[in-house]
């Protein structure tokens, strides 16, 4: 059984810091990509960042880029997002999916490529 868990969320002030866990199980962790999403109040669910787990390759929206790191800890099947410099616009549930490569760069931040999906934790930033 494929099982994705997050950890690590919590309450923060602003320009405080945030480490997420993604603990995957029930498949060859080698073979996929994991992406961080978040969704708000209100609003859609975003991609966050991603990555592959075949090469390394990250990617990262915009809005995160320069904060918030990806990484990979294959041998413990773990993926994790350290979260910096974090804003109250960064205040959601955070969740972690799976997605059998090949992804191209292009689908990264796109949810329906995604096969797996854990159940989020909530980060709020307060300001």
């Known amino acids: 059984e494929v099982q994705l868990v997050e950890s690590g969320g919590g309450l923060v002030q602003a320009g405080g810091s945030l480490r997420l866990s993604c603990a995957a199980s029930?498949?060859?962790?080698?073979?996929?990509?994991i992406g961080w999403f978040r969704q708000a109040p209100g609003k859609e669910r975003e991609g966050v960042s991603c990555?592959?787990?075949?090469?390394?390759?990250?990617y990262y929206a915009d809005s995160v880029k320069g904060r918030f790191t990806i990484s990979s800890e294959n041998a413990e099947n773990t993926v994790y997002l350290q979260m910096n410099s974090l804003k109250p616009e960064d205040t959601a549930v955070y969740y972690c999916?799976?997605?059998?490569?090949?992804?191209?760069?292009?689908?990264?931040?796109?949810?329906?490529?995604?096969?797996?999906w854990g159940q989020g934790t909530q980060v709020t930033v307060s300001s």
């Open positions: 990555i592959r787990n075949n090469d390394g390759t990250t």
């Open positions: 029930g498949f060859t962790f080698d073979d996929y990509a």
């Open positions: 999916a799976a997605d059998r490569l090949p992804l191209p760069g292009s689908m990264w931040s796109k949810r329906l490529a995604y096969d797996y």
